[in-house]
């Protein structure tokens, strides 16, 4: 039977297979094998179709985090959820920044995000910059590992290398064993907790100006 479910599935299937330009209300009817004009009694439109898209893979973003957990640990298991599900859903990760979402599924992820960042004792403003950052943060890292972005990726084993001049590029050349190769698991880590750091030290800054709100949950400092 027909429903939005079969075809929002269908929609993210051929996004990962093919990418979101793939996508038709026409293609989508191919795939399930029925008229286009009966997609039309589930979903209204192609851009109504991506926002589902975005709002089924926000859904299965699986929370672990202890509310009652300091706040910082929180934004680690809250990045590595949000990390788990775009490697799972890559290309669909992308439909997922480039929508404004409003519904349910969509805005929990948002919501429960930024209230820890105020529970850390950010205003509103630092929040949603900070949530922005992070996001930017696990995209870019997810373009990286995909090899969307090959600059600074290590090596693929079939690539020729080509051959670096040390009189020209010393220190290319004397970090060239780094640079050619990479543990993602590790990077991410590293990166997640350059992040969190710094925005430990911010809120402690706040805490000492006087001007942010109480903490909450263990306090600014980690």
Not at 85 to 91: C, D, F, G
Not at 143 to 164: I, S, Y
């Amino acid at each position: 039977m027909l429903n939005r479910n079969r075809i929002v599935t269908a929609a993210v299937e051929l996004i990962e297979r093919e990418g979101a330009d793939a996508v038709s209300m026409r293609r989508i009817a191919a795939e399930l094998g029925v008229g286009v004009m009966s997609l039309y009694n589930h979903v209204p439109s192609k851009a109504a179709l991506l926002d589902a898209v975005a709002e089924d893979v926000l859904s299965r973003i699986g929370f672990t985090d202890d509310p009652s957990a300091h706040w910082t640990e929180r934004v680690r298991i809250q990045a590595r959820a949000f990390r788990r599900i775009a490697h799972h859903y890559p290309r669909s990760t992308m439909v997922v920044v480039s929508r404004q979402l409003g519904s349910t599924a969509g805005l929990l992820p948002v919501e429960r995000a930024l209230a820890t960042l105020r529970d850390a004792g950010f205003d509103g403003r630092e929040a949603v910059r900070m949530l922005r950052m992070f996001i930017a943060y696990v995209v870019g890292s997810l373009l990286r590992e995909v090899g969307v972005t090959p600059t600074f990726a290590p090596v693929r084993a079939d690539a020729a290398v080509a051959e670096v001049d040390p009189a020209l590029f010393p220190v290319v050349s004397e970090l060239r064993p780094h640079l050619d190769s990479c543990d993602h698991d590790e990077e991410f880590e590293f990166g997640l907790e350059l992040l969190v750091q710094a925005m430990a030290v911010r809120a402690d800054a706040r805490a000492d100006r006087g001007t942010g709100e109480p903490t909450g949950r263990g306090g600014a400092r980690r």
